[in-house]
């Protein structure tokens, strides 16, 4: 059980935020109508994505219809 006061909220707490994860969060937020000021959250998870850009941190994330790495592109395994 974590200590009191203890900031780990979960499996991806140690994960570092991502341009993508950034607007991501920023796209719901307006959506839902939350708070789009300089102190919100979202503003707060974009600023913690551009430190993490600029440190090197955050990779560039994977295009939802792109192959694994190594894979070659064309069609899958048992179609013709």
């Known amino acids: ?4 006061g203890s900031r780990t909220t979960g499996g991806a707490a140690g ?3 991502s341009q993508s ?3 991501r969060i ?3 937020q307006a959506k839902a109508g939350g708070d789009m000021g300089k102190g919100g ?3 707060r998870a974009q600023g913690a994505a551009a430190r993490n ?3 090197g941190a955050a990779s560039p994330a994977t295009p939802p219809n792109s192959s694994a790495p190594g894979a070659k ?3 899958a395994k048992g179609t013709k």
């Open 1 to 4: 059980m974590p200590s009191h």
């Open 15 to 17: 994960a570092k935020t």
């Open 21 to 23: 994860d950034a607007a």
């Open 26 to 28: 920023q796209a719901g």
């Open 41 to 43: 959250f979202a503003a």
């Open 53 to 55: 850009a600029a440190a």
């Open 73 to 75: 592109a064309g069609a």
